[in-house]
């Protein structure tokens, strides 16, 4: 059989126009952790989130009476109801809620992307359900790593070749040259990711703000079915 | 030993503005073929070279009666003196001679680091001298791949993950997280690089045009010992 779609990786928000096309499915992912933590909320319960670049979006928002979420540089930022921890999402008062997120660059990559054709979210908490989807779609793949303000990392570039892997591995998919590299970064990582990333750079802030649990959190799979989506300024659950 | 110094890698000209650095050395890299082209030059006597982005300069130089070489898509063009391929430039004819060059990706990348504290010409022809000399200057590296049109291209990470191994093995430099990612692609590959390019958008598109010899000979290593370096608009022999 003829492998006719291509998945391929975006390594960095900035380069997204480069990648653009009209059709394809573009993969947001921020690994640590604002996609981590947007599956966690919609595993728990949130009716919709509403991911916005800027702080003051967020902030205003936060005036007009919404739930915020916002985080910079790792941190949770004051006068805001969730950071981007997923264990700040494992709460049932976000049941049936609508939560604003802005994060350092996960929401910065859904805005970047924000006229593909369909964006969903990855993490590793729900890849199979993921990669399952994808391989129903008959669309080519783009998988846009959030990176660190706009630099590469580690970690996302580990999940797209995680992907990569499976949707090859599925038959249907051929990879680009930036999915087959981190393809092969991965198979060098994945019998102990947590390990690996230990030498990331983010990896390593995170782990300073001692926020270990959270990276080993987010490094788990299929936590969750749970495929969000965009749907016009909203995510909602993949129905 | 503490290692101070930091090697990292930009996988795109087009990101080069999220990486610069005031201090840092660049080493712009167009395996397939620019710089290995310069580094053939050099190496066959060529004086000086005036990388140039875009092909109306190149024209404008030609009328002035420079020897130029041009390229756009894998393909000499037609009027000019030279292509990329680094057959072209092993003759006495170019001994002591200014050579104009323009070309899809390479001088590109040149184009977007002009700012930089200094930017050399790395290749394999020249990996070892380029490593030993990099090793000398007590400077922070950044690994420039021209990639393919601002895409990630799989040949000029390999390199540059030939070069953040030789580095960071050397015992003074640590890498950042794209040269890990590089890094550990190039030891997957570094048994067999031609094999593993095979898969590469680029290496096919060359292989396709024939090209399979210019491939070979841009994968072998240690060919030169000349680095070119930029001085003002002209590339000339590092002493």
């Known amino acids: 059989m003829e492998k006719k779609l291509i998945v391929d990786v975006c390594l960095s928000p900035h380069l997204y126009p480069v990648y653009h096309k009209d059709d394809h499915i573009v993969v947001v992912i921020d690994i640590l952790r604002a996609t981590s ?122 999940f797209a070749g995680a992907v990569a892997e499976r949707l090859s591995a599925g038959g249907l998919f051929r990879t680009g040259d930036a999915a087959l590299a981190v393809s092969s970064l991965y198979s060098q990582a994945k019998t102990n990711p947590y390990k690996f990333l230990h030498n990331s750079s983010h990896a390593e802030r995170l782990a300073a703000m001692g926020l270990k649990a959270d990276i080993k959190y987010c490094l788990q799979v299929d936590r969750t079915k749970v495929i969000p989506v965009l749907d016009g300024k909203h995510l909602i659950k993949l129905s």
Chains 1, 2 share one sequence.
Not at 54 to 64: D, G, I, L, R, W
Not at 87 to 112: F, P
Not at 131 to 146: I, P
């Open 37 to 158: 933590a947007m599956c966690t909320a919609f595993e728990h319960g949130v009716d919709k989130m509403i991911p916005v670049a800027s702080v003051e979006e967020a902030t205003e928002y936060k005036n007009q009476g919404f739930l915020v979420g916002a985080e910079r540089n790792g941190i949770a930022l004051e006068g805001f109801d969730f950071g981007n921890s997923p264990y700040s999402y494992m709460t049932d008062a976000i049941k049936g809620q609508t939560i604003v997120i802005s994060t350092t660059n996960g929401t910065q990559a859904i805005e970047a992307a924000r006229n593909a054709y369909k964006i969903v979210i990855g993490a590793f908490t729900n890849i199979s359900a993921l990669c399952d989807w994808l391989q129903t779609q008959d669309r080519n793949v783009l998988l846009l790593c959030s990176g660190w303000k706009n630099r590469f990392n580690l970690e996302d570039s580990l």
